[in-house]
């Protein structure tokens, strides 16, 4: 995602949960064909900018890694890092994204954790 537009509608009419690490905000579009994600990384969440684009990247591989499990995969996703996001480890990292998208209902429930 890179228009200004789609993050506010994502913000507007999506739903978000926040953790300790990330907030995830996500709305469904059937008119799309993907994911389209999104990662804001405020000088707030890392006053470095190699520490912003670390934790970009960690972002862009939990999502890499469990979007085809997702049981809609046609959607919007915004993730907006917290201050803390650069000290935590990937696993904490991983562990806080997976529980918001668990408490957001983007997995199967029958489904063993990722």
């Given at each position: 995602m890179t228009q200004q537009a789609e993050f506010a509608r994502v913000k507007?009419?999506?739903?978000?949960?926040?953790?300790?690490?990330?907030i995830l905000s996500t709305l469904e579009d059937h008119t799309l064909d993907s994911i389209h994600t999104g990662f804001i990384t405020s000088k707030r969440s890392a006053k470095k900018a190699h520490?912003?684009?670390l934790i970009r990247r960690r972002l862009r591989a939990l999502v890499q890694?469990?979007?085809?499990?997702?049981?809609?995969?046609r959607r919007y996703m915004v993730i907006i890092a917290r201050p803390g996001a650069a000290t935590a480890t990937f696993?904490?990292?991983?562990?806080?994204?997976?529980?918001?998208?668990?408490?957001?209902?983007?997995?199967?429930?029958?489904?063993?954790?990722?």
């Open positions: 507007k009419t999506g739903h978000a949960k926040a953790g300790r690490f990330v520490d912003r684009v890694k469990h979007a085809p499990d997702f049981l809609e995969i696993d904490e990292l991983a562990e806080d994204w997976i529980r918001q998208a668990r408490r957001l209902g983007l997995f199967p429930r029958h489904q063993e954790k990722p």
